[in-house]
């Protein structure tokens, strides 16, 4: 097993909701943590080796570009309170799908902890650096968060998160 540090500044995070106005996307890189995972000469995941990680998000990083939706949604976050969002890697187990594992664990955001899986594409780009890709839907009333609303804009409370993260051998 190795531990791989996440690559803040490699790593990225997408959000995309919808809004009865327009599409709303927030971006941001700066996923802080590690994988702990043995891959084979392959490349691929060793299931029968020990893992686990973690990770983190700074969420006054979140920016969609509109300073009034930006404050909008660190007032809803409650940022000063919650200020992260975290994340605990518990499973990968291989799925049907060529070269994507179902990874498992528990997510932390605005205090609330739930456990989650999906799909996520794990590799090795070279000799030191791993990439995992992934996406997932997230209702966030499950977070108790209530969808923003301003104005007329009225937020869906269902929103897609996707991850690119790149992680060095330590």
Same mark, same amino acid.
């Given at each position: 097993?190795?531990?791989?540090? /996440?690559?803040? !500044?490699?790593?990225? $995070?997408?959000?995309?909701?919808?809004?009865? &106005? %327009?599409?709303? %996307?927030?971006?941001? #890189?700066?996923?802080?943590?590690?994988?702990?995972?043995?891959?084979?000469?392959?490349?691929?995941?060793?299931?029968?080796?020990?893992?686990?990680?973690?990770?983190?998000?700074?969420?006054?990083?979140?920016?969609?570009?509109?300073?009034?939706? =930006?404050?909008?949604?660190?007032?809803?976050? =409650?940022?000063?309170?919650?200020?992260? /969002?975290?994340? &605990?890697?518990?499973?990968?187990?291989?799925? #049907?799908?060529?070269?994507?594992?179902?990874?498992?664990?528990? /997510?932390?955001?605005?205090? &609330?902890?739930? %456990? %989650? !899986? #999906?799909?996520?594409?794990?590799?090795?780009v070279d000799d030191q650096t791993i990439q995992l890709d992934g996406g997932s839907s997230f209702d966030?009333? #499950?977070?108790?968060?209530?969808?923003?609303?301003?104005?007329?804009?009225? $937020? !869906?409370?269902?929103?897609?998160?996707?991850?690119?993260?790149?992680? &060095?051998?330590?």
């Amino acid at each position: 097993m190795a531990r791989y540090l /996440i690559a803040p !500044e490699r790593s990225h $995070v997408w959000i995309d909701a919808r809004s009865n &106005v %327009h599409p709303i %996307h927030s971006s941001t #890189d700066g996923l802080e943590g590690f994988v702990d995972l043995a891959l084979s000469p392959e490349g691929e995941v060793n299931l029968s080796a020990p893992m686990s990680g973690k990770l983190s998000l700074t969420v006054d990083r979140l920016s969609s570009g509109n300073r009034m939706e =930006d404050r909008e949604l660190q007032k809803r976050i =409650d940022a000063r309170r919650f200020p992260t /969002i975290a994340g &605990v890697l518990d499973t990968i187990e291989k799925s #049907d799908d060529d070269g994507k594992y179902r990874v498992g664990g528990d /997510i932390t955001f605005r205090g &609330v902890s739930r %456990h %989650h !899986e #999906d799909l996520m594409k794990i590799g090795s780009v070279d000799d030191q650096t791993i990439q995992l890709d992934g996406g997932s839907s997230f209702d966030i009333r #499950d977070y108790g968060m209530e969808p923003p609303r301003m104005l007329m804009l009225k $937020v !869906e409370p269902v929103v897609e998160v996707r991850v690119e993260i790149f992680a &060095v051998r330590e």
